[in-house]
């Protein structure tokens, strides 16, 4: 008993401990799948579409019925008839077992083709909700870090520009400097106290996000490397992927369900026009105590019903139409589908390979401004720099610490969204992403 409140003790310290341990992006996906309430709510919807399959099934099945009845019957009025007595008092009971088995109907057939539909349509539906959790955590991921790190480049070039002033009211104060010094170190501490204050707000934003959605403390959020393994699309060629997009892209195969669902409702109506046929058998046994009548009787029947509608005052005639008009939008629906998956493939493809090529820019743009505000701060030591030059340098050099995350990000984003694109983002592909995480 001890030692199994020891494990139960340790078990709800774990629990209390996990949401303050360090996590990767895996890590945050996995959490979001337990915790997230949209992700529950398709997973249910999606448990829930499963179910139109086995209904429509249902409709061609037979259905069986049994009925019970039972009797009491007291006559008062009149009392005798022709000078007899009336009849007595007398109870009845008895049972009916019945059997309906449907042989022609289109309204029960297209019901099954439409329930087998729907059950896919929900899968699609689950699939996306499942790659758009793994955009949104991602995405979530990366604002918190870009979030970081931006406030992180503002509270140095802040320190920067509060030495900066420092050394140019000095500088004034004995008369190497002018003004114009002082006042330039000054807007440019004002503007990054100004520009922090934005920051911090961002990432309170941007952390309160993270834990919306994964229920995790984003302060244990793990950072990303610093050098980057910049891998290119494969296959290199848009097209290609435009290709597989229109083929595999969960926009479009849902479009295409939806299409399946319009033309299924049309042979609906349609059949609304046509003669059902079923099969109808039974079999009752009933036990009475009325005079003059069987003290019990049995008997079974078997017979098949057709049944030919003629008018309906016009109402069968307008559902088709209204079907057919269905039927067209939901066929515009899947060609814009098809046009907007083209636009999300072509966007993506550019976010991975344009986004690599940025990267690298701007990685060679943080050394040259790096570069830079040595120089001008070595040149300003031997008075051929003023501290307006050495201001520059340093707003340059933050500008490009700022935009080389801004690129990193984003380039890791769009890795995510080209997979989403064409319907091919799964946990492998986001552990391939995660790789980039320092641990």
């Not at 341990?21 to 799948?33: E, V």
């Not at 050098?227 to 296959?235: A, E, H, R, S, W």
């Not at 299924?264 to 609304?272: A, F, M």
């Not at 003059?292 to 078997?302: D, K, V």
């Amino acid at each position: 008993m001890t030692h199994t409140l020891r494990i139960l003790g340790g078990l709800i310290l774990i629990g209390f401990a996990l949401p303050g341990q360090a996590f990767d992006l895996i890590g945050a996906w996995q959490a979001a799948r337990e915790y997230n309430a949209d992700f529950a709510a398709a997973r249910a919807e999606r448990d829930a579409g499963q179910e139109k399959a086995v209904q429509g099934r249902a409709l061609l099945l037979p259905q069986a019925s049994l009925t019970g009845n039972y009797s009491y019957t007291n006559p008062i009025e009149p009392a005798q008839y022709q000078g007899v007595p009336a009849q007595s008092r007398y109870e009845s009971h008895g049972y009916t077992l019945g059997l309906q088995q449907p042989l022609f109907d289109m309204g029960k057939y297209t019901g099954y083709q439409k329930g087998k539909i729907g059950t896919q349509l929900a899968e699609t539906s689950f699939n996306a909700s499942e790659q758009q959790l793994i955009v949104d955590i991602a995405q979530a991921y990366f604002d918190v870090l870009r979030a970081r790190d931006t406030l992180a480049a503002t509270r140095a070039s802040k320190k920067t520009y509060l030495n900066l002033l420092e050394q140019a009211k000095t500088a004034f104060e004995v008369g190497t400097a002018t003004i114009t010094d002082t006042n330039e170190a000054q807007a440019g501490y004002d503007g990054a106290v100004a520009q922090e204050i934005i920051d911090v707000s961002n990432l309170e934003l941007a952390e309160n996000n993270l834990k919306r959605l994964t229920g995790l403390e984003p302060a244990a959020i793990q950072p990303v490397q610093d050098q980057l393994p910049l891998v290119p699309p494969k296959p290199a060629d848009v097209n290609a992927w435009i290709g597989m997009g229109q083929l595999s892209s969960l926009k479009v195969k849902s479009a295409e369900q939806n299409l399946a669902l319009a033309k299924q409702t049309v042979l609906e109506k349609q059949g609304n026009h046509l003669p059902t046929i079923a099969l109808s058998a039974g079999y009752s046994d009933t036990i009475s105590n009325q005079p003059a009548t069987l003290p019990q009787s049995r008997g079974s029947n078997i017979g098949v019903t057709v049944t030919l509608p003629l008018f309906a005052g016009g109402g069968i005639n307008s559902q088709v139409r209204e079907a057919v008009a269905q039927e067209q939008a939901a066929r515009e629906q899947l060609e814009a589908a098809r046009r907007q998956v083209k636009e999300d493939v072509r966007k993506a493809y550019l976010g991975v390979s344009n986004g690599a090529a940025l990267v690298r820019a701007q990685q060679q743009l943080l050394v040259s401004a790096k570069s830079k505000v040595e120089s001008t701060r070595l040149g300003k030591e031997v008075g051929i720099r003023t501290s307006i030059d050495l201001l520059q340098a340093e707003q340059s050099y933050y500008a490009a610490v700022t935009s080389l995350a801004n690129a990193k990000y984003n380039y890791l984003t769009a890795r995510l969204a080209l997979a989403q694109a064409v319907g091919q983002l799964d946990p492998q592909t986001l552990s391939d992403v995660n790789q980039v995480i320092r641990r």
